[in-house]
Nanobody, 123 residues
Framework: QVQLVESGGGKVQPGGSLRLSCAAS????????VGWFRQAPGKERELVAA????????YYADSVKGQFTISRGNAKNTVFLQMNSLKPEDTAVYYC????????????????WGQGTQVTVSS
């Protein structure tokens, strides 16, 4: 089993930045593919970014390309989502998810999910 805990959410003004963290425990996280999803009120959960086990392959939704950056920490048990130039439409609960898989996963087919962290972009 893998436990995922997200942190770093909060309220920020438009144009601001936040860095989300996804910390894993329970199993060796090194070989896991990780994704960041978000779900806004009344909308479906969507994948915004994903990263493979090594960090060398990444995926971004068109809506966040050039704005968000996904990365793995040096210890490989943490994955980050750097979010810049935030807009009100980025407001959502952000979830990280993981799966024991070497490649990048661009579907919702992840095995482990965190509880989510709220990001609110508002003036």
């Amino acid at each position: 089993q893998v436990q995922l805990v997200e942190s770093g959410g909060g309220k920020v003004q438009p144009g601001g930045s936040l860095r989300l963290s996804c910390a894993a425990s329970g199993r060796t996280f090194t070989w896991f593919s990780v994704g960041w999803f978000r779900q806004a009120p009344g909308k479906e959960r969507e994948l915004v970014a994903a990263i493979n086990w090594s960090g060398r392959e990444t995926y971004y939704a068109d809506s966040v390309k050039g704005q968000f950056t996904i990365s793995r920490g040096n210890a490989k048990n943490t994955v980050f989502l750097q979010m810049n130039s935030l807009k009100p439409e980025d407001t959502a609960v952000y979830y990280c998810a993981a799966r024991d898989f070497l490649g990048v996963i661009t579907s919702p087919e992840y095995d482990y999910w965190g509880q989510g962290t709220q990001v609110t972009v508002s003036s």
